[in-house]
């Protein structure tokens, strides 16, 4: 059985590229923190965004 792993480049390109914020505060930022930044930059979407529940799974599976 193969461990999942957080998708960190994706998560990266997201923050430091469509965010554009500093490393130092992406860095500091916490899951829900980016999920919300993310759901600012793209208020309209409303296809594919992460749903409370969904958060909460990928909290769970990667508590760091």
Known sequence: M???RFP???????GLGT???AP???W???LPELAAAARAAR???TDGTMKRGELGA???RFPD
């Open 8 to 14: 960190w480049e994706e998560a990266m390109t997201l």
């Open 19 to 21: 965010l554009r914020l």
């Open 2 to 4: 193969s461990e999942a």
């Open 58 to 60: 990928l909290m769970t």
């Open 43 to 45: 208020p309209d979407r």
């Open 24 to 26: 130092d505060i992406f």
């Open 28 to 30: 500091r930022m916490t």
